[in-house]
């Protein structure tokens, strides 16, 4: 299986610029997709393959990267954006990365 | 818009089957590819197979003795059959749309808690 680790939190306050990363244990091309999560509701869609914005995403989201390394962008940072953002990778089967939590200060 | 919900006892006995129906609206299950993901406590997900368009069905190789997904087109709805449950297979269960072109799920359902337990 191919293995995503991200880090498992991190705390910014609004109005800053966080990056999240992924990294794969083996490379996955561009697929890697990235998804937010909040409390009680499902995953939802933020960027799909590395570095495109879902349908209505707001552009403070932006995710880069290729082959083992890739990282979600969100700048600035919002009140609302506090949840559990994870990857997902669909190069080889699909897995998922365990999550970041982002809190906010 | 797209949209699908879960549903499904919330309590299994553990050696018992699990079964699940995602139902869909705004969208037919004839088109696309129509997941199963879930998600363990603890945050760990795991994606568990999908049905196509034509009815072909992928599994993830983890579950593949166990597990079995098929649909109604008449009730536009998909199902997930899991056998010989375990306090293992205890999570919240998702059904997703898959975007076979990009390979990514889209459209989620609100997840339904399912527990193993005696």
């Known amino acids: 299986d191919t293995v995503l680790t991200q880090s498992p939190a991190l705390a910014v306050s609004p109005g800053e610029r966080v990056s999240i990363s992924c990294r794969a244990s083996?490379?996955?091309?561009?697929?890697m997709h990235w998804y937010q999560q909040k409390p009680g509701q499902q995953p939802k869609l933020l960027i799909y393959k590395a570095s495109n914005l879902a349908s209505g995403v707001p552009a403070r989201f932006s995710g880069s990267g290729s082959g083992t390394d890739f990282t979600l962008t969100i700048d600035p940072v919002e009140a609302d954006d506090t949840a559990t953002y994870f990857c997902?990778?669909?190069?080889?089967?699909?897995?998922f990365g365990a999550g970041t939590k982002l809190e906010l200060k | 818009e797209v949209q699908l919900q879960e549903s499904g006892p919330g309590l299994v006995k553990p050696s018992q089957s699990l079964s699940l129906t995602c139902s869909v609206t705004?969208?037919?299950?004839?088109?696309?590819?129509w997941g199963w993901i879930r998600k363990f406590p603890g945050n760990k997900m795991e994606w568990m197979g999908y049905?196509?368009?034509?009815?072909?069905?992928s599994y993830n190789p983890s579950l593949k003795s166990r597990i079995s997904i098929t649909r109604d087109t008449s009730k536009n709805q998909f199902f997930l059959q899991l056998n010989s449950v375990t306090t293992e297979d205890t999570a919240t269960y998702y059904c997703?749309?898959?975007?076979?072109?990009?390979?990514?799920?889209?459209?989620w359902g609100q997840g339904v808690m399912v527990t193993v337990s005696s």
């Open positions: 997703a749309r898959y975007l076979l072109y990009n390979n990514y799920f889209d459209y």
């Open positions: 997902q990778q669909s190069w080889n089967d699909h897995t």
């Open positions: 083996e490379g996955v091309n561009s697929y």
């Open positions: 705004g969208y037919s299950i004839t088109s696309n590819y």
């Open positions: 049905i196509s368009y034509s009815g072909s069905t």
